[in-house]
T-cell receptor, first 113, second 115 residues
């Protein structure tokens, strides 16, 4: 079983719809990241959170540490939101290992006009 | 520099050839990571550098994979005697500090295809 699981794997929405992507993890973590990857391959960091909720524009990320679960919401979705969204976690810091990321498999989002 | 730079963007090699992938991290970033991303999958950790020291290479899939960062800035990932299963996108990321959780800044990756 992967340490980080995302659902759904694929999601198609109509422009304007509310989108939710879920991430569950099975280990203790020090932080959780939501990343966006466009077809060209580059990855952009959207959020890093260890508790509560963060909002940036139309994007909202929440985390429940007790339930080991996080969600990424996209409000009023737009075709330019089409991308792969990846959940990743930092395991508790070990000095020799730095803050490497453990990734989920990604959710491919397509927003149709 | 403005961001993490990786070169080449695309590399095609014949099975058995050696390849070298370069990563130029953001200036001053202490931590540097290499990840491997197979088609349709999430990235997986390969190796980690703190300045010039390679502190974790637990993700390197075989002894054909070798990484270095001799002066604590630019890093090179070398794959010897390439195999078809080495085909993937190789991502480099850097972050400013060592022990605190911080966002990692990713390059655009090198897409490696082994024929």
């Amino acid at each position: 079983k992967n340490e980080v699981e995302q659902s759904p794997q694929n999601l198609t929405a109509q422009e304007g719809e509310f989108i939710t992507i879920n991430c569950s993890y099975s280990v203790g973590i020090s932080a959780l990241h939501w990343l966006q990857q466009h077809p060209g391959g580059g990855i952009v960091s959207l959020f890093m959170l260890s508790s509560g909720k963060k909002k940036h524009g139309r994007l909202i990320a929440t985390i429940n540490i007790q339930e080991k679960h996080s969600s990424l919401h996209i409000t009023a979705s737009h075709p330019r939101d089409s991308a792969v969204y990846i959940c990743a976690v930092n395991l508790p810091l070990i000095k020799a290992a730095g803050n490497k990321l453990t990734f989920g498999g990604g959710t491919r989002v397509l927003v149709k006009p | 520099g403005a961001g993490v730079s990786q070169s080449p963007r695309y590399k095609v090699a014949k099975r058995g050839q050696d390849v070298a992938l370069r990563c130029d991290p953001i200036s001053g970033h202490v931590s540097l990571f290499w990840y491997q991303q197979a088609l349709g999958q999430g990235p997986e950790f390969l190796t980690y550098f703190q300045n010039e020291a390679q502190l974790d290479k637990s993700g390197l899939p075989s002894d054909r994979f070798f990484a270095e960062r001799p002066e604590g800035s630019v890093s090179t990932l070398k794959i010897q005697r390439t195999q078809q299963e080495d085909s993937a996108v190789y991502l480099c990321a850097s972050s400013l500090q060592i022990y605190s959780n911080q966002p990692q800044h990713f390059g655009d990756g090198t897409r490696l295809s082994i024929l």
